[in-house]
């Protein structure tokens, strides 16, 4: 049971509300104008209050922005029927849990104070998480306590024990330059510049003065001498990001500086050196490229020394809480400041995240953008893909719908047979078999065996569950080896 105050000078309104939230098995508490709220607040300390923007004597938003105040963490949701951008803006600014339009169905009421009332309940989610945080120096780059993690951990501690090109390989989003600078900070080469260039980002006619550096005069736009990145890393580490977007041309360069550490400033004919590491990283596999007749092969050797591997989010989903942690304290970058509802969090856990760490950070961010008035992300926060894909509620569903979530299961399960027959069959070099047939076979024959068990066996009824002709059933029944199956 929680208190919950209105604020409202139409009797008719707060008398609604005072029976919606007694059938719900809350307290209701009622207040006619502002000043009467706030006495009422401070002597109750109600956990959620609903305000009218429009109120004799101090107004519904400035009451909002002192209820705040008063009672840390309590959702507070501005209610007008006259409705404005103007006024829609001031309450999300001042902090509302969120903006409703008079005349205001009860259902809409009923649905808000369980996701107001459950964002508030669900502050501990991260507690655990948080702990596991604090043995995580405020400086670092890289959170995980995983296998996966643990792997990449030793590996970039082999890496930065020596001064060998270093190959970084995962998917995009995975932390690649974390990495990166890891390797740098924890190398004897720490006390130098850590200098990253993305090769894909650069045009392929801009790259090699880019990473050389030019004399004036060198094209038109040389205006002055320019130092290369390579030059200005001078006793430090150089990333060089996207290798596999490098041109066939700018290979044969890098090549023949890490053969010799030798370089000419474009427009020069001076030779020059330069002490640096060269990292590399890609998402790409360099050796079907080279394969492919995509990437020089002595180029890849050069680069491929040493190989650190950075695991995909959705192999570590035991990392989840301490990641969102992470960010949500502000410790990868900009605070979001927002907590996480236990409901949210395992909509995170679930998502398979194609876009790794990336993805997981850019979502947690809008779903604090959209939470900023409660404090506590709820699953409705999060963007629309990630609640499909996990099975959570999407536009117009109820959060966590038992369809949705059943189906997400039943999608993941059949994911992971579909996974496991692929390295089978990768293993047995069987690279041409069909899974999609296999699959099917597998839901179906499930689906099958499911209904005629809970019809008893009974095939006319089997037959309008499933939504198919008795003919076709039957010819599955006996594919399947399903004869007698739900008969008693």
């Not at 101090?58 to 209820?67: S, T």
């Not at 103007?86 to 009421?109: C, H, I, M, Q, W």
């Amino acid at each position: 049971m929680a208190t919950v105050l209105v604020i409202d000078d139409d009797s008719g309104v707060a008398w609604a509300f005072s029976r919606l939230l007694e059938k719900e098995g809350h307290k209701a508490l009622s207040a006619s104008s502002a000043e009467e709220g706030l006495e009422a607040a401070a002597r109750e300390k109600p956990e959620m209050v609903f305000v009218d923007v429009r109120l004799p004597g101090m107004d519904g938003l400035a009451a909002a922005e002192r209820l705040r105040g008063m009672l840390p963490g309590a959702p507070v949701v501005i209610m007008t029927g006259h409705g404005t951008l103007s006024t829609a803006v001031e309450a999300v600014r001042g902090g509302a849990f969120d903006y409703l339009l008079k005349p205001v169905s009860l259902e809409t009421v009923r649905a808000l104070l369980r996701r107001a009332l459950s964002a508030r309940a669900g502050r501990p989610a991260l507690e655990e998480a948080r702990r596991q945080l604090a043995d995580f120096p405020p400086e670092t780059l890289l959170v995980g306590k995983g296998p996966a993690m643990q792997e990449l951990y030793r590996q970039i501690a082999a890496a930065a024990a020596g001064d060998a090109t270093v190959l970084l390989c995962g998917e995009s989003g995975t932390g690649k330059e974390l990495a990166a600078r890891a390797i740098h900070l924890h190398s004897a080469r720490s006390g130098g510049p850590f200098v990253a260039v993305n090769c894909a980002g650069i045009p392929e006619t801009l790259l090699e003065s880019e990473l050389f550096g030019h004399a004036r005069g060198a094209y038109t736009g040389a205006v002055a001498t320019r130092v290369g990145r390579l030059e200005s890393a001078e006793g430090g580490t150089v990333l060089l990001d996207e290798i596999g977007e490098m041109s066939a041309a700018m290979q044969a360069k890098l090549l023949r500086f890490l053969e010799s550490h030798c370089f000419e400033r474009l427009g020069e004919s001076q030779t020059r050196q330069a002490d640096v590491r060269v990292i590399s990283a890609t998402h790409r596999d360099l050796r079907d490229m080279v394969a492919a007749g995509l990437f020089r092969e002595d180029l890849y050797y050069r680069l491929d020394v040493l190989r650190v591997e950075l695991p995909p989010l959705r192999s570590r989903p035991e990392d989840i809480a301490l990641l969102v942690a992470h960010f949500l304290a502000g410790r990868g970058g900009e605070k979001p400041g927002a907590e996480v509802s236990p409901e949210a969090l395992a909509v995170l856990e679930r998502y398979e995240w194609p876009g790794n760490v990336r993805e997981l950070r850019n979502s947690l961010e809008h779903a604090a953008a959209l939470a900023r008035g409660s404090g506590t992300i709820t699953p409705e926060h999060l963007p629309a893909h990630v609640l499909r894909a996990a099975g959570g509620a999407g536009p117009g569903t109820a959060a966590g719908g038992a369809g949705s979530g059943l189906a997400a299961a039943a999608e993941r399960l059949l994911r992971q047979v579909v996974r496991r027959r692929l390295g089978e069959l990768d293993a047995a070099g069987q690279l041409d078999a069909q899974l999609f047939p296999e699959a099917l076979r597998i839901a179906e024959r499930a689906a099958i065996a499911e209904v005629l068990a809970a019809v008893g066996g009974n095939q006319v009824q089997a037959s309008r569950r499933l939504g198919v002709h008795r003919t076709t059933l039957r010819k599955k029944i006996e594919e399947y080896g399903l004869e007698g199956e739900g008969k008693p």
